[in-house]
């Protein structure tokens, strides 16, 4: 079954990177991948589909793609049972289904709302996808548990964003009751993902800010979203496994304190309009694990050259000394063109082998 690169996956390379060491050869990642771009990064290479197949048509893909393009893991969503926030979806111009959430029905509008409120229990979260991809995962191969949202992103789904932000000053008190639901829902599904045999690493995404800041002021990120986040991080080490945030926007505001107070082992999704990646090496890559980084609007717009020119600068920059992963710098959305998805996967394996 040769991959595209010749290489045999191991997990335990994306391990090594979390834990800031130097692998074998820098490894690939992403919390999400358009299967389509995948696929089409992939039409020419002279694959079978000779892996393992369940019957899970969509899964089954998933993985034949991760392993043919060099990943060594596989990404499983672990998705919450929270009830009645209210989405719509729309499709763009290429087909794709998107789903939006409509913030004027979110359900916790007022401490009356929150009261009335009916909480799942964890028992309800579906791991049928963990299970799953677990047992029909090629060799060397593991899974990250990915949560299905952190506690800033729920709360404000389930209060919508601006009425959230304006709580956190008029009633504070009822954003860290909102906050310690979350966190305990959250708090079991984690302990029962990162207590699967096949999962190596957790992770969640929470989107904390944008170009210029983050959502909530760092007083108020500090005091009502960091003591969530870490019970995360210390029931994943409680199971021996590293724990990944992904997390958009300009936290340069919270970094030292995230770093300090919360120990996430490693931090993914960055935005040249931000921070480049090799500055956030250079600032913080002696503290952390510095996952992907090559800037979604190079990816997308850039010519091959430019591309392959980039790629190789940051992985000069920052692979050196171990503690990165190549990827995007946020995700593989299908909108990047597959041929970029490939050009930055063989600047990885040129690097590996020079």
């Avoid at 929150?114 to 991809?133: E, G, K, M, T």
């Avoid at 304006?166 to 984690?190: G, K």
């Avoid at 993914?268 to 250079?282: F, K, L």
Wanted: proline letters at 7%.
């Amino acid at each position: 079954m040769p991959t595209l690169f010749g290489t045999s996956p191991d997990y335990r390379r994306l391990l090594t990177v979390l834990r800031r060491g130097v692998p074998d050869r820098v490894p690939f990642i992403e919390l999400y991948a358009d299967p389509g771009v995948q696929l089409v990064a992939l039409e020419d290479h002279p694959h079978t589909d000779s892996l393992p197949q369940g019957g899970d048509t969509v899964l089954d893909a998933h993985i034949r793609a991760q392993y043919y393009l060099g990943y060594d893991y596989l990404a499983a969503d672990v998705p919450y049972a929270f009830t009645g926030v209210p989405r719509h979806e729309s499709v763009d111009p290429s087909g794709a289904r998107r789903t939006f959430l409509d913030a004027g029905r979110a359900p916790i509008q007022s401490r009356a709302d929150f009261d009335r409120y009916v909480w799942p229990a964890p028992d309800q979260v579906d791991f049928a996808a963990l299970d799953y991809c677990a047992a029909h995962l090629p060799e060397g191969m593991r899974v990250l548990a990915v949560l299905g949202g952190g506690p800033l992103e729920w709360g404000m789904w389930m209060m919508g964003a601006e009425r959230y932000c304006m709580t956190v000053h008029d009633d504070p008190a009822l954003i860290r009751a909102l906050t310690a639901r979350i966190s305990a829902h959250q708090a079991a599904v984690c302990a029962a993902a990162a207590g699967h045999p096949a999962v190596f690493a957790v992770a969640t995404g929470d989107d904390w800010g944008f170009r210029t800041q983050t959502f909530l002021a760092p007083v108020a990120m500090r005091a009502l979203i960091f003591p969530a986040l870490k019970r995360l991080v210390e029931i994943a080490h409680a199971y021996g496994k590293p724990f990944i945030l992904h997390s958009c926007g300009n936290l340069t505001g919270v970094m030292d304190a995230l770093l300090a107070e919360v120990g996430i082992d490693g931090k993914h999704s960055y935005e040249d309009a931000v921070m480049p990646v090799t500055a956030i090496t250079a600032r913080w890559g002696d503290r952390m694990a510095v996952l992907g980084g090559i800037d979604i609007d190079v990816l997308t717009r850039a010519d091959e050259p430019t591309l392959r020119a980039y790629v190789r600068a940051v992985l000069d920059a920052c692979a050196p000394g171990g503690g990165y992963a190549l990827g995007s710098g946020n995700s593989i959305a299908n909108y990047i063109p597959a041929r970029s998805l490939r050009v930055m996967l063989e600047e990885g394996a040129r690097f590996n082998t020079a």
